[in-house]
T-cell receptor
């Protein structure tokens, strides 16, 4: 089964609202990463949070990590139509060899 | 510094043909990862390579699929005797020695007709 599981699978909001996506994982990690994928495009790395960090900000993005609950959340504030995309969380395999992705959350921001 | 380059961007193959997907990592990167993304699904790890070595191929189908990362030139993902179920987007990522952050290419979209 997947290491990372995003929740919800799909999210539809109005422009200007905040969007929160959650990710849960199963095994210990070195770090957790969030990626964005626009329809038909490649992945764009958004933010990396290390296992000893609890919160990280980058522009309108805020990521939290709770290693005790093995979960992370991605908050996009003041969403824009251009934020419409799929968002994936990914964790490093404990052996450090590969990054394991969840199935993604599809975010749709209505103008 | 060019990013990860994958080619071709789109590839159409008839059932039974071979598909060769190329990935040139970022300059200075010696680690390459291949992922497959089926329509409406997340990415699935396939294989992790360093120069001239396959480190982890636990996600590779046992038959028809192979990957290499030679000393010179791009990494190649080869799919022999393609079937309709191989239709997917194949992404390559690269990272530097000891780095956690991986940079992705734009992907190759394989369509088997």
């Amino acid at each position: 089964s997947q290491q990372g599981e995003e929740d919800p699978q799909a999210l539809s909001i109005q422009e200007g609202e905040n969007a929160t996506m959650n990710c849960s994982y199963k095994t210990s990690i070195n770090n957790l990463q969030w990626y964005r994928q626009n329809s038909g495009r490649g992945l764009v790395h958004l933010i990396l949070i290390r296992s000893n960090e609890r919160e990280k900000h980058s522009g309108r993005l805020r990521v939290t990590l709770d290693t005790s609950k093995k979960s992370s959340s991605l908050l996009i504030t003041a969403s824009r139509a251009a934020d419409t995309a799929s968002y994936f969380c990914a964790t490093d395999d404990p052996g450090g060899f590969k990054t394991i992705f969840g199935a993604g959350t599809r975010l749709f921001v209505k103008a | 510094n060019a990013g990860v380059m994958q080619n071709p961007r789109h590839l159409v193959r008839r059932r039974g043909q071979e598909a060769r997907l190329r990935c040139s990592p970022m300059k200075g990167h010696s680690h390459v990862y291949w992922y497959r993304q089926l329509p409406e699904e997340g990415l699935k790890f396939m294989v992790y390579l360093q120069k001239e070595n396959i480190i982890d191929e636990s996600g590779m189908p046992k038959e028809r699929f192979s990957a290499e990362f030679p000393k010179e030139g791009p990494s190649i993902l080869r799919i022999q005797q393609v079937v309709r179920g191989d239709s997917a987007a194949y992404f390559c990522a690269s990272s530097g020695q000891g780095a956690s952050e991986a940079f992705f290419g734009q992907g190759t979209r394989l369509t088997v007709v």
